[in-house]
């Protein structure tokens, strides 16, 4: 396949609207696989995604313009799933499972259309929700994060020659080819593409895909990008998220039903699911929490994705309770994916290796590192800290705790609430780069 010259690409924006988002498939797989759920269990639920930039020294909206972000959150809404695609879905294999989507499902989502939206400044940011039905609202999370940060790369990079384009990408390539290159010297890694919602741009993170089907071969094992699995014959990889567990906090009518939230999740999932995709994410509320109050069945999943806390520390946490629990660690696994750096994910392969099956959700380390790449000095490149979160839930206020409180979301009366509840116990403040 003929490679695209990114940076002549990037360079000749001459044409009216350059759509970011070009389909509903440019997302990350776990959205379809919560999606399916939340259209089978939960179809009367509302709930509401709300933008939320973390590093509040940029300041989106003065280097944005809001018109261009319109049109991309416009266009985005005109898409509809392809019978291409409707037909990859139903057809493929994902995990080992044939059909994994019911055709009941499938015939619902083809005529799935993303729903509207609010948009408004204050104080240089961009106040961006998406209220209504949770079915529908819940795939807007990865398109708008992946357009709002394009479109700050685009505004980065308009003041840029083809010259200094070239010399950016060239560096960048470099960049992510050493990487490669150091992870390949580690025998037995597992490295998958986590990179869509913050992503330098989709033809970025296209190139780095390929790049690592070829640098790493079989160690390389999918993308959590639906579109690009589907485009590169890759798996498309991906379990579960915090939104789950949110929303079911946020729906429960007493302490009981709060405490209880994050296994009626779990529950509810393994009634769609099983196998590999019997995955934990602890985190939301605490993972000391989650382990001290988790009932014995949780044990016998496949293994956890410890989010927030530092890798080998949770990881060891984890690992102790599948001891106390009579499971062997080296029978289950951890999957890590919380702002990997290549240093990160050698130094926990390291520290793992031989104690537990382990793999990585490499993002945005991986799809939109481009520190000291440009010719001339910007901090308009560097990632940030950009979410998209469940705030409310059948107009409930939703929270997540986390492990670090530095990614605390919701009302800070809520949050205080639900630390009663859960406790603080292993939560460390540490700096969110990404």
């Known amino acids: 396949m003929a490679r695209t010259d990114i940076a002549r690409r990037v360079y000749n924006h001459t044409w009216k609207l350059d759509p970011i988002v070009r389909s509903l498939l440019d997302t990350d797989f776990y959205k ?51 019978k291409k695609e409707m ?3 139903g057809g493929n294999t994902f995990y080992g499972r044939k059909q994994i989507f019911e055709p009941e499902f499938l015939a619902w989502l083809e005529d799935f259309r993303l729903p509207e939206y609010e948009l408004s400044r204050r104080d240089g940011q961009f106040e961006l929700s ?27 990079l308009r003041s840029f020659g ?16 050493d990487k490669t290159e150091r992870l390949k010297a580690l025998p037995g890694i597992r490295i998958s ?30 993308t ?30 007493s302490e009981k039903e709060l405490r209880e939230a994050p296994y009626k999740v779990l529950q ?53 309770w599948w001891r106390e629990k009579g499971k062997d660690p080296k029978q289950k696994l951890l999957i890590f994916s919380d702002g990997l750096e290549v240093e990160t994910i050698e130094e926990t392969y390291r520290h793992f290796k031989g104690k537990v099956r382990m793999s990585f959700g490499w993002g945005t380390n991986l799809t939109n590192d481009f520190e000291g790449c440009a010719p001339t000095e910007t901090k308009s490149l560097d990632a940030i800290s950009l979410v998209c979160k469940v705030s409310e839930a059948n107009g409930r206020p939703a929270v997540k705790l986390s492990d670090n409180p530095a990614k605390a979301t919701g009302d800070g009366k809520e949050i205080k609430r639900y630390l009663r509840i859960f406790g603080e116990k292993d939560r460390v403040r540490q700096l969110v780069k990404v």
């Open 193 to 222: 593409d986590f990179g869509t919602r913050r992503r330098h741009s989709f033809l970025w993170q296209r190139w780095c895909v390929e790049a690592l089907k070829e640098g790493i071969g079989d160690a390389f094992t999918g």
């Open 130 to 156: 998406f209220s209504g039905p949770w079915m529908y609202t819940t795939l807007w999370e990865i398109p708008a994060l992946a357009i709002i940060n394009e479109l700050r790369s685009r505004a980065a």
């Open 32 to 82: 379809l696989l919560m999606l399916q759920m939340i259209w089978g269990m939960y179809p009367k639920v509302d709930a509401t995604f709300t933008l939320i930039n973390r590093t509040t020294s940029v300041r989106l909206a003065d280097e944005i313009d809001e018109g261009e972000l319109r049109e991309q959150l416009d266009h985005a809404r005109t898409l509809r799933f392809s």
């Open 162 to 177: 083809p010259f200094a384009l070239d010399v950016l990408y060239a560096r960048a390539k470099a960049k992510m080819w």
């Open 224 to 253: 959590s990008n639906v579109l690009l699995a589907m485009d590169n014959d890759l798996e498309a990889l991906g379990t579960n998220a915090h939104e789950l567990p949110m929303v079911f906090a946020a729906l429960a009518n």
């Open 268 to 320: 509810d999932w393994q009634r769609y699911y099983g196998g590999n995709l019997l995955i934990v994410l602890p985190d939301t509320f605490g993972t000391a929490a989650f382990l001290r109050d988790a009932p014995d069945w949780i044990a016998d999943w496949t293994g956890f994705r410890p989010d927030s806390a530092p890798p080998i520390e949770g990881g060891e946490k984890i690992l102790s």
């Open 87 to 89: 037909i990859w879905l």
